[in-house]
C-alpha cells in the first residue's frame, strides 16, 4: 500500500514544467525565464519565473495542472486518517515498544500544530493550516476521554480573516463543551491570525526569542491601470451597480470604494481588538491594548512587558511548568497526525513545521493571497 505521506511529500515536491503544457499556450510568456538567460541576477529570473507561471495559469488546464504538482492532500481534503503519535517522553525505537503506540499511563496533553499561513484552500498545502484540519483533530479528541488539556503550537503570521476566526471558534467550543483547559505556545511567529488564534487558550506562552503581535487587518492586491495606459490597452466592463467591479487590478480605486472597504476593515479591526479583549480582559483595557494594535510585532520581552503574552520559556520548561500548576504527574504529549508522517523517533519539536517553500511556491502563494480579501496577516512573516 502507498504511504500517503511519502505521496503527499512526492506530490509537493514535483517539479514544475519549464514550458506551459497547454497547446497553444504563448511560447513569449512560458518561456520568459530562457529568454531572460543564466546572466540575469536571481531576483529577475525568480520573477520571470513567476510571471511565466501566472500567465500559463491564465489557461484553466495549465492552472488544474499547476494546482495539484503544489497541493499535497492532507487530512480533512481526502488525505488519510490521522494516527496518534506520542512526542514527550520520546518513544525510541530501540525502547522494545512500537514506535506509534503511546504509553497508557500518565496524563495524555494533545499537542495542536498551527503552521504557516491559515487559510481555507488546499492551495501549498504544506505552508497553510486550514479549518478543515483542525475540525478533524477537534472531532478525534472529543471521542477520547483521557485528554486532560490542549496545547496550541503556534507558528503563523496569520491569513485570511474568515479561516482565523473560524479556527478560533472551533477551539473555543471545544474547550467549552469538553471543559478541557487549551494552553497557546508560540514558536518562531505568531502574528497576526496566529495571534487571533492563540486568543482561543487560557494562557498564552512564547519562545524567548520568539516573535508576537502584527494586531490588524489588511486588504492586498496589486493594480495594472498603469500599465495598460502605457500599452494602450482599454479597461471594458458592464455591471449591474456601479460597486459590482470594486478592487478591480484593471481599474483606478475611487474614493468611494476606498471609503467603503476602510468600513469592512475597521468592523474586522473591531472585532480582533474585542477577541483579545475578551481572553485577556484580566491584564489588557481597551486604553492599553489600543496604542499595540498598530500592525507592529514584538519581541517576547516587549510582548510581556505589554501584557500580551503570559510567560516566555521554551516548550518543554513551559510543560513543566503547567505540570506543576495542575498536578499532573506523568504528563505525555501527543499528536494526531497523517499516517506515517512523523518519521523517526517523534518529539516536541519535530513536528509541525513545513518544509521551506521555493521561490515559485512562494510566488504562487503570494498570488493566491493577493485576491483583494480580509487579512489578518504579517507579510514579513510568509
Not at 92 to 97: C, L, P
Not at 139 to 165: F, W
Not at 269 to 279: A, G, H, Q, R, V
Request: charged share 20%; glycine share 10%; aromatic share 8%.
Amino acid at each position: 500500500m502507498t504511504d500517503p505521506a511519502k505521496k503527499s511529500h512526492d506530490i509537493q515536491q514535483k517539479a514544475i514544467p519549464a514550458r506551459c503544457p497547454v497547446k497553444g499556450a504563448p511560447d513569449d510568456s512560458t518561456d520568459a525565464v530562457a529568454a531572460i538567460g543564466t546572466a540575469a541576477p536571481g531576483f529577475l529570473r525568480k520573477l520571470a519565473t513567476g510571471a511565466a507561471l501566472l500567465a500559463c495559469m491564465s489557461l484553466p488546464a495549465c492552472f488544474n495542472d499547476v494546482y495539484v504538482s503544489l497541493s499535497p492532500v492532507l487530512p480533512g481534503q481526502g488525505g488519510g486518517d490521522l494516527e496518534e503519535v506520542q512526542l514527550d517522553p520520546p518513544v525510541s525505537a530501540d525502547s522494545g515498544s512500537c514506535l506509534y503506540s503511546p504509553s497508557a499511563s500518565g496524563e495524555k496533553i494533545l499537542l495542536i500544530p498551527i503552521d504557516g499561513v491559515i487559510g481555507e484552500g488546499g492551495f501549498l498545502a504544506g505552508g497553510f493550516t486550514n479549518p478543515a484540519y483542525i475540525k478533524e483533530i477537534l472531532d478525534r479528541a472529543e471521542n477520547d476521554p483521557e485528554i486532560k488539556a490542549v496545547i496550541l503550537r503556534i507558528n503563523s503570521p496569520g491569513g485570511t480573516v474568515s479561516a482565523s476566526d473560524l479556527i478560533y471558534r472551533l477551539i473555543s467550543d471545544y474547550t467549552r463543551e469538553n471543559n478541557v483547559p487549551v494552553y497557546a505556545h508560540i514558536a518562531d511567529i505568531g502574528a497576526s491570525g496566529g495571534y487571533y488564534v492563540a486568543m482561543a487558550a487560557k494562557e498564552v506562552n512564547m519562545r524567548p526569542m520568539g516573535i508576537v503581535g502584527s494586531i490588524g487587518v489588511i486588504i492586498r492586491g496589486f493594480g495594472v491601470a498603469g500599465l495598460m495606459d502605457k500599452l494602450g490597452i482599454e479597461y471594458r466592463s458592464i455591471a449591474s451597480g456601479e460597486m459590482k467591479d470594486s478592487l478591480s487590478p484593471f481599474k483606478e480605486m475611487t474614493e468611494k470604494e476606498k471609503a467603503y472597504f476602510m468600513r469592512q476593515i475597521d468592523r474586522s479591526y473591531d472585532n480582533f481588538l474585542d477577541i483579545i479583549l475578551k481572553s485577556r480582559s484580566e491584564k489588557l483595557s481597551k486604553q492599553s491594548l489600543q496604542p499595540l494594535a498598530d500592525g507592529r510585532v514584538f519581541d517576547a520581552e516587549t510582548a510581556l512587558k505589554n501584557n500580551l503574552v503570559d510567560s516566555t520559556v521554551y516548550l518543554d520548561e513551559y510543560l513543566e511548568k503547567l505540570a506543576q500548576e495542575n498536578g499532573w504527574r506523568e504528563p505525555r504529549v501527543v499528536a494526531y497526525l497523517p499516517e506515517g508522517s512523523a518519521g523517526a523517533n517523534p518529539n516536541l519539536y519535530s513536528i509541525g513545521g513545513a518544509a521551506p517553500l521555493s521561490p515559485t511556491q512562494k510566488l504562487m502563494l503570494l498570488a493566491q493571497l493577493s485576491g483583494h480579501r480580509l487579512f489578518y496577516l504579517w507579510e514579513a512573516g510568509i
